[in-house]
T-cell receptor, first 110, second 114 residues
Framework: QKEVEQDPGPLSVPEGAIVSLNCTYS??????FMWYRQYSRKGPELLMY????GNKEDGRFTAQVDKSSKYISLFIRDSQPSDSATYLC??????????FGQGTTLQVKP | ETGVTQTPRHLVMGMTNKKSLKCEQH?????MYWYKQSAKKPLELMFV???????ENNSVPSRFSPECPNSSHLFLHLHTLQPEDSALYLC?????????????FGDGTRLSIL
C-alpha cells in the first residue's frame, strides 16, 4: 500500500466550477500537509501549507485536513483556465521527509 | 521567477557519457534536495544536504553522485546511466532540513538517456 494515494485524473471542469482535489494517507505520524501546483515544464510551486487538522483559506483556495480519516483536500473556487495544472499533495512527520502523492491533472475549460 | 535555478533545462546523453546537473538557490536556505520525477509516479527523494553535509541518501545507485560545495550550490554528477534514469530531476531548498520547512523547487532538468 502506498503511503499517499492521489487519483491522477485527469479531471476536467468548466470555468467557474468548484474543484475538489483529495489525498488519503496511511501514516498517522504525518502532521505537516502541503499542496503544490505544477505547470507543464515547470517545477512544483508551494500553494498551501497546513499543520495538523483543520482548514486554511487563501483567496480562492481552501485546504482541509481530517487526521481522523487520514484525508486531505484542496478546494478551488471559481476555477479559471489558468488553474489548469497538476496538483501534488505532500506530507511529512517529524523527520521532515516529504512524501508526495502522484499528482492530479486538472483542466479548466473556458 | 523562482529562487532556485537549475541548469541545463534539457540534457540528452548516451549511457557511457558523464555529465553534471547544477542547482543554485538564492533564498539563503541551508538545506538542499535532489528529487527524481518520473511519469505517473510520485516525486522520489534522492539526496538531502544540510550546510553542505549529506544527511540522507535514499538508496540511490552509485551512478548518481551528489556534491554540495556550499549552501547555495548543489550538483548531481551522472555517469553510465541507464534508460530508466530518464526523468525530470528537481532541486529544492528549505531554510533547514526537518519538519515544518516547506521546500521550494526549481524548474528541473529533463534528462533523456539514449
Amino acid at each position: 500500500q502506498k503511503e499517499v494515494e492521489q487519483d491522477p485524473g485527469p479531471l476536467s471542469v468548466p470555468e467557474g466550477a468548484i474543484v475538489s482535489l483529495n489525498c488519503t494517507y496511511s501514516n498517522s505520524a504525518f502532521q505537516y500537509f502541503m499542496w503544490y501546483r505544477q505547470y507543464s515544464r515547470k517545477g512544483p510551486e508551494l500553494l498551501m501549507y497546513t499543520y495538523s487538522s483543520g482548514n486554511k483559506e487563501d483567496g480562492r483556495f481552501t485546504a482541509q485536513v481530517d487526521k481522523s480519516s487520514k484525508y486531505i483536500s484542496l478546494f478551488i473556487r471559481d476555477s479559471q483556465p489558468s488553474d489548469s495544472a497538476t496538483y501534488l499533495c505532500a506530507m511529512s512527520g517529524n523527520t521532515g521527509k516529504l512524501i508526495f502523492g502522484q499528482g492530479t491533472t486538472l483542466q479548466v475549460k473556458p | 521567477e523562482t529562487g532556485v535555478t537549475q541548469t541545463p533545462r534539457h540534457l540528452v546523453m548516451g549511457m557511457t557519457n558523464k555529465k553534471s546537473l547544477k542547482c543554485e538557490q538564492h533564498l539563503g536556505h541551508n538545506a538542499m534536495y535532489w528529487y527524481k520525477q518520473s511519469a505517473k509516479k510520485p516525486l522520489e527523494l534522492m539526496f538531502v544536504y544540510s550546510l553542505e553535509e549529506r544527511v540522507e541518501n535514499n538508496s540511490v545507485p552509485s551512478r548518481f553522485s551528489p556534491e554540495c560545495p556550499n549552501s547555495s550550490h548543489l550538483f548531481l554528477h551522472l555517469h553510465t546511466l541507464q534508460p530508466e534514469d530518464s526523468a525530470l530531476y528537481l532541486c529544492a531548498s528549505s531554510p533547514r532540513p526537518g519538519p515544518n520547512q516547506p521546500q521550494h523547487f526549481g524548474d528541473g532538468t529533463r534528462l533523456s538517456i539514449l
